[in-house]
């Protein structure tokens, strides 16, 4: 198994040429260049640093991942997936909404359900400085996007009576900042004591072209948090999933840190992921049908593994493009399901594969510009263009592990906006856009009048408190009656 960092220290830190020479064993004695001119700190850090790191594994991990980077084959047998369709009353997939409501709401009313928050990216895209969670997301109330979910967890506890337990993925690198930044908001009004952090393992980061651990400082090795499917060690490893047995959670409700539209405890999802008769209860997912086939999402696809039919994602990079293209009868793509990153997972599955000693998932690789130091000069180097790779698992390479996955289709528009860039697709601005599209829209199913604009779009700025509501139905009181005025900005 390639586990670049080590889980257990071997007793006591060891010295310099002890360092030097397991470094020469695996090519890699650049990373102390510069440790003559340390100070003592900064020498037992970066030798501190160095012996957490599963030297011994780098050689295999360059070789496969970084050098010679095998593009991915196609996975066999490709077939769209079977999912639940949004409206139960599809021809094709006929459910009952409400009956797998009701068997979530029974879950969350007797307290087996906890919300689970990957935090600990770098966020790199947005180029945002502090964790991304603390990035406004309410274009109108400035509220962050911490506080959204925060805010989501209140109102499902209010309504089910029962806490529910929320359990955060951070990194090394914004950990502090993390729980700094909860404990100045009082925790938006949760009990501190069903919040639990929890920080991700990290791996080096590699030069594109010789594969060497590239050095961030003359005293710090470049590091990248593992990706949210390091999540899984992660919490097994900081025995939160000891803590969700003691408190009975059977199930996690996954989210990531930048939709701040997403249900964080969606019942109707909890009950199908615990109750559809092809639901094995271990990992469940929701996709929206993709707009182009150019897309860049992932694809849940039903493909061919190890003998077997199981649902995977296709990362949009690796899916065929013709038959990407292809498309049904009706016009609509064949292979529609793009991931939205929501999860639901079982417990017990988490707990099945993190004690298994053969589990492991694949690292995914990603070109990306690293600054680093120049190992001739010395000096800092903030590249233009990619230089550097980072080795990252994601969560969703578990579903193929899965008995059986079940897939729920969703609305766009109600359910995904992610702030993932500066500006436009994926930006604060389009999730404004789209956060007014979803309230308007509330809004008009309850009676109430929005003024458009000659396009037809909404002519003012609307948000929902996540505290009011997670359906339209919830804002039946307030809104009875109301008038927007033309370039109105309200919460609702
Ligand atoms: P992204 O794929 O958007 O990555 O993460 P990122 O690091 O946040 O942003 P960029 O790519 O640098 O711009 C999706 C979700 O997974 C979490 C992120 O915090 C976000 O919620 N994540 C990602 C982790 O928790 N750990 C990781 O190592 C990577």
Known sequence: MLAPFRTGRRGGMAGYQETLDRLKRVGQEHLLRFFPTLDDKQKSGLLGQIDALDVESLPALIERYVRNPAKHAPPSGLQPVDAYPHDAKSARKPWDRLKYKSTGESLLRAGKVAAFMVAGGQGSRLGYDGPKGCFRAGEVSRRSLFEFFGFGIRRAEQQYGKPVPWYIMTSPQNHASTQAYFSEHRYFGL???GIRFFQQGMLPSFDMRTGKVLLARHDEVATNPDGHGGSIAA???SGAIAD??????EHLSYFQVDNPLVRTLDPV?????????????EMSSKMIPKTSPEEKVGVFASVEKNGRRVVDVIEYSDFPPALGR???????????AGSIAVHVLGVSFLEKLAGDPNFELPYHRAEKKVPFIDLETGEHVAPAANNGVKLEKFIFDAIPLCRASIVLETDRIEEFAPIKNATGVDSAESCAQIQT?????WLESLGAK??????????????????????????RDRVQGLAILPGERRVL
């Open 326 to 336: 292809e498309t049904n009868p009706d016009g609509s793509l064949r292979f529609n």
């Open 191 to 193: 009990d501190p004591a």
């Open 437 to 441: 599209l979803r309230a308007a829209r």
């Open 450 to 475: 929005v003024p458009k604009k000659p396009d037809g779009t909404p002519d003012c700025v609307l948000e929902i408190d996540p505290l009011h509501g997670a359906e339209p139905a919830d804002l």
């Open 269 to 281: 999802f909890l009950g199908l992921h615990a109750g559809a008769p092809d639901s094995s209860g």
């Open 244 to 249: 969700m047995k003691r408190r009975g959670i």
């Open 235 to 237: 919490l097994e490893k």
